[in-house]
């Protein structure tokens, strides 16, 4: 790890590490000079990024690489009008040029808005007109360049586009720009202040909010890489994210590179769980975090003790790990899979950290950074198991790196805290042994008959079930009890829909969790509709978009 960014790295205890974890945050903090360059300087051949592809393309940048590219990028970025303060928006999968463009954004002190290379042009057109976007960097990419052509007319704030892989008709070439750039880059005055990173939230309910992290936001994913995620300085770490997802910041840059490991970054046309373990079997990564269903579906694939035979750490977050799947995988390779849980709004809340065992399930502990607890409706703490919301305090006194500083709103932004408190509006419950245990989004909660559901603990279960290969848990309206849960389940190979399944199913849950949690209606689907950060969409399976099998 880059020397001086913790106090303190080594810990004896989870209590000594939440007595005495201490970021140090220097002034004017700039990712791109105080973490990029200082690699570059101290260690010029110093690996910073495996690339590769499924086209056999495959390229190794060390932080000189980046430092010298990102220099001339930002060049080139300037030279198409960018300045300070600017905002530009990339669409760039998991380009290498991400990589180098953000790098450069940073040394602009413009600010970033990583986006989906999913978007649609209605999705598009938004994002840039409530941000004011100026500048777009995308993939050479069939259905992106279709979205962003049809987007354009809509968005007068958009002066450029540069597509990176190769440029068409109506797109710079990002790729000839940076390589005709000068490499020699002035750095730029910032404040810690400044606004760096805006992500749009997910918008499972109502249109995105921008979420507004300053140049400190860094500095706040060491917690994530040192502590969690237990990157290696001079490993290799893999998380599976594309670009446009707050995933991303956690697993693939930030904590990564000042903490001195190596990204992976598997650029994959489509996920195949065959190519992924062939990718972690060859390239021999140390640490590796992937969501819980690419962990079932590499088991479902076959995966080995020889295919993880170099790492030495694994990581999950987005979704409830079913027990199964983490006793088959730490059977098969040896290794647990330890839990996390946060938001775009922040770096990892709750983890199972290196002082204490994983339970399957459970979010593990609140993290070092944050004082977390979970409350009730008045704001008072909550009893061993009794539900209530996970809030962040106290940020009157001390407002950690890595938090937002608010929503961007009309060119501003705007605070989020109440009283010193960040509301995040999940509901959880804590039990006996200090485990934080999530039960659901409040306007994801059901209400039937008296009774408050959660869906993540009912997808657990089912997710179990070896006919059910994805899942979610909706409320449905019933004139008598209110509502009644619902299971909206994709079907694993081998079965098929039937109103046997469903009984068995149903019985399956009330044998599993306490029978009024049932569902008392299963609907099977092709597929389950998504967000742009990967989610299933539980609004929109309430309103009847789910692909009907």
Not at 68 to 92: E, V
Not at 226 to 249: E, M
Not at 268 to 290: D, G, K, S, Y
Request: net charge negative.
């Amino acid at each position: 790890m880059l020397p001086g960014i913790l106090k303190q790295q080594r810990f004896s205890s989870y209590e000594d590490a939440r007595a005495n974890y201490k970021l140090q945050v220097p002034q004017q903090f700039n990712f791109a000079t105080d973490v990029v360059d200082k690699w570059a300087d101290w260690d010029a051949d110093k690996q910073a990024l495996v690339w590769l592809n499924d086209a056999g393309e495959r390229h190794v940048f060390s932080f000189s690489d980046i430092s010298r590219l990102s220099k001339k990028a930002a060049n080139y970025l300037r030279s198409l009008g960018l300045k300070k303060g600017d905002k530009a928006m990339f669409m760039l999968g998991r380009r290498w040029e991400y990589w180098v463009c953000a790098v450069a954004m940073h040394r602009l002190g413009a600010i970033l808005i990583p986006t989906s290379i999913q978007m649609t042009a209605k999705d598009i057109a938004y994002r840039v007109n409530s941000a004011q976007i100026k500048l777009m960097l995308c993939a050479n990419d069939d259905y992106c360049a279709s979205q962003i052509a049809a987007a354009k007319p809509q968005c007068p704030t958009l002066q450029t586009v540069a597509m990176a892989g190769g440029a068409r008709e109506g797109f710079e070439d990002l790729d000839a720009g940076i390589d005709a750039a000068p490499d020699c880059f002035e750095p730029v005055s910032i404040s810690n202040d400044d606004i760096m990173l805006i992500y749009f939230t997910s918008g499972t309910t109502g249109m995105p909010k921008m979420v507004a992290h300053s140049f400190t936001y860094p500095l706040g994913q060491v917690t994530t890489a040192h502590l969690w995620q237990q990157v290696v300085d001079g490993g290799l770490h893999l998380t599976v994210s594309d670009s446009g997802w707050a995933k991303f910041g956690w697993g693939c840059i930030y904590g990564q590179w000042i903490c001195g490991s190596a990204i992976l970054g598997y650029d994959m046309q489509r996920f195949n769980a065959h190519n992924l373990i062939q990718v972690i079997r060859t390239e021999r990564p140390t640490t590796v975090c992937v969501p819980p269903t690419i962990y079932r579906f590499m088991m479902k694939e076959g995966l080995t003790q020889a295919d993880f035979a170099s790492v030495r750490h694994c990581c999950t977050a987005g979704e409830p790990l079913s027990p199964e799947v983490h006793k088959e995988f730490t059977q098969t390779t040896g290794l647990e899979i330890h839990e996390g849980f946060g938001q775009s709004e922040s770096t990892v809340m709750c983890g199972t950290f290196e002082w204490f065992k994983p339970v399957p399930g459970s979010m593990g502990r609140p993290s070092p950074l944050y004082d977390i607890a979970c409350v009730d409706a008045e704001g008072h703490e909550c009893p061993i198991g009794t539900e209530g919301e996970l809030v962040i305090r106290n940020l009157d006194r001390f407002c950690p790196p890595g938090l937002l500083r608010g929503y961007y709103d009309n060119g501003k932004v705007i605070g989020c805290y109440e009283n010193g408190v960040y509301h995040t509006g999940d509901m959880v419950w804590v039990d006996e042994s200090g485990y934080f245990w999530f039960v659901g989004r409040n306007d994801d909660m059901i209400k039937c008959s008296g009774y408050r559901i959660g869906p993540f603990e009912i997808e657990s279960v089912l997710l179990t079930h070896p006919a059910v290969l994805e899942c979610a848990i909706t409320g449905a309206p019933d004139p008598i009890r209110g509502q009644v849960v619902k299971a909206t389940i994709v079907l694993a190979k081998g079965y098929a829909p039937s109103e046997a399944l469903t009984r068995e199913l149903q019985s399956y849950v009330k044998k599993m969790t306490a029978p009024y949690k049932y569902p008392r209606i299963v609907e099977y689907a092709a597929q389950l509709p998504k967000t742009t950060s990967g989610k299933i969409s539980r609004a929109r399976i309430r309103t009847g978009e789910q692909a009907q099998g």
